[in-house]
Structures are given as C-alpha cells and as structure tokens.
C-alpha cells in the first residue's frame, strides 16, 4: 500500500470495561484492512485518557498550543488521519460523553475531513449518530450521509458470541462496503484540497 492512501482512523468511542464496541470496531477493521484503497487504524480512546476538560479556553482558540502532553499525544492522532470511522453506542438517546470530552480537546486537527459513523442499540445509534453528525459541522468535518446502524437482531447474537466471530455482522457488509467507499472518497479528495490549500 502506498503513503498515498487515505488513512482511516476507526474511533472506538465506548470506553466501558464490558463495552459492546470492540465488536463492531473489530468487524469494520477486518472488512477495511482487506481493501487496498485505504490504510487503516484503529483508535480506541482508551488510549488517549484524559480528565473532564477544564481548560481555561477552548480549543477553537488555543488551536495546537497543547497544555500538557496527554492533549498533544490525542492531538496528533488526530492530525495523521484523512477520515474517520466513529464507532458509537448510544446513551440515553446521545452518543458518550467519552467521545465529546474527547473530542472537545481538540479542533482544528478534525478540520476538512470526513466522518461516517457506526452505530449500535435498540435503533442501531441513529439518535446518537444524528447528534455527532451536528457536532461534526461545528468542527468543520464532512460528516457522510451513510451510516451503519447495528440494530438488536445482529447486536444480540453478537453480544452473546464468545469468542465473536466478525461474520455476525456478515449482513451490514455490502452497506459497510459502500460506505467505505463514499468515505475513501471524500478522504483522497479532501486530503488533495487541503494539501492544495493549507489553512491550520
Ligand atoms: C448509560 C446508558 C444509556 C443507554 N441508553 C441507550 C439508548 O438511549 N438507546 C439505546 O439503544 N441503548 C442504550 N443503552 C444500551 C446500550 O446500547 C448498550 O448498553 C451498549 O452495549 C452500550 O455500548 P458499549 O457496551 O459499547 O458501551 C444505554 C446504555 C447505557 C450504559
């Protein structure tokens, strides 16, 4: 694979020590690592701990002026990739306060790129997904119009498959395939404007 190639960053959200997500997040990156259009990674914002944010000043202001070395470290996690894949429970109707304080850490590292979201619960995340879509534009992402929405006819058996096998999740794989696509897309594109035309 080439250095040319969009790099994927797959956001695990949920934190949780008996979380969900490493499920989905294990499937999407099996189902993206075999593609050759795209270099994939996953992060898992367990790596990056960090206190609820009680910076004197947004991030929005401050930009890449990095207080300490846990914000820098999550900082430039985020500056390597051209797009990202959230993947995201949905709490009491919003996506975790893990990923906002995550992501209220930082701005102009998600600048011009974009973000498709995979959601699970009882509506497969929508309500959560549709609340990180809004915020992505404040961050001046892309956020896609395709998402995959993991409802309880394949969360359940998922849940209860130890070990899990990813093809669980074998009847989302054409909708994931497409989305992939829409997302490497925008990701190639951006990247190439944003090279053309440097802003932060
Ligand atoms: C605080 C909390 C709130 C929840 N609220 C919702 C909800 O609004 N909608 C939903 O579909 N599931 C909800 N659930 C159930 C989650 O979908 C389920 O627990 C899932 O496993 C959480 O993801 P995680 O295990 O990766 O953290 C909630 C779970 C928790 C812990």
Avoid at 21 to 43: C, F, H, N, Y
Avoid at 81 to 105: C, M, Q, R, W
Wanted: aromatic share 8%; proline share 9%; charged share 20%.
């Amino acid at each position: 694979m080439s250095a040319e190639q969009p790099l994927i960053q797959v956001i695990l959200a949920s934190t949780r020590p008996a979380r969900f997500g490493e499920k989905p997040a294990a499937w999407v990156m099996q189902r993206i690592s075999e593609r050759t259009d795209l270099r994939a990674q996953l992060v898992d914002l367990r790596d990056h701990p960090l206190p609820f944010f009680d910076q004197d000043a947004p991030a929005a202001y401050t930009l890449r002026e990095y207080p300490n070395e846990a914000i820098a470290r999550w900082g430039r996690s985020v500056d390597e990739a051209d797009g990202f894949v959230v993947v995201t429970p949905e709490y009491n109707h919003g996506y975790p306060a893990s990923l906002k304080n995550a992501i209220d850490h930082i701005f102009p590292e998600f600048h011009r790129k974009p973000l498709m979201c995979v959601g699970y619960g009882n509506v497969g995340g929508a309500r959560a997904i549709e609340q990180l879509r809004l915020v992505s534009v404040e961050l001046e992402m892309a956020p896609l119009r395709h998402a995959i929405h993991i409802l309880p006819e394949l969360m359940v058996p998922a849940m209860n498959a130890d070990p899990f096998d990813p093809e669980i999740f074998a009847p989302l794989d054409g909708k994931l395939d497409v989305a992939i696509s829409d997302l490497v897309w925008w990701a190639s594109t951006l990247a190439g404007a944003r090279a053309a035309s440097p802003r932060l």
